[in-house]
């Protein structure tokens, strides 16, 4: 039994201790490799954004992904996939945009919120006045 449970602790190591690494020729496949696993690659699909795991860094498998659920793109060149890659990576960026934008107008909002309770006002009033002296103030900030 102890020889069993030895051999078997062997194959999971040998298993566990081969990564495999990204090659250009996946980017026919529509594959690049998803961010932040430099470590152990893990290929990302740029038509579905689907994250596979790093044992299916394999062509066959990769393959078998791109025909079963995108074969509609088959004939596809390798500019059309790496368009999908700019695309997507110009897409993220502005998301992150967005984020900071997002994060500015939740501040102000808290900072406005305790002044408006302090007048002891309805916080709808926030809405009619003071919405309207943010928007003069900040068309005057951009001429």
Known sequence: MSRYVDCHKRKQEKKLEFVRQ???KYMELAFTVARGSEQSP???CLV???VLSNNAMKPSKLARHFHS???NLKGKPVKFFER??????NQKK?????????KSLLRGSYLISPQIAKTRKPYTIG??????CILS???DFGR
């Open 48 to 50: 579905c954004d689907q």
């Open 137 to 139: 103030a900040a068309e």
């Open 127 to 132: 809405e009619k006045l003071v919405k309207a």
């Open 94 to 102: 502005q998301l992150k945009n967005m984020k900071t934008s997002e």
């Open 69 to 71: 659920k995108h074969g």
């Open 22 to 24: 990204y090659d250009e």
């Open 42 to 44: 893990r290929p990302l």
């Open 84 to 89: 999908l890659l700019i695309d997507m990576n």
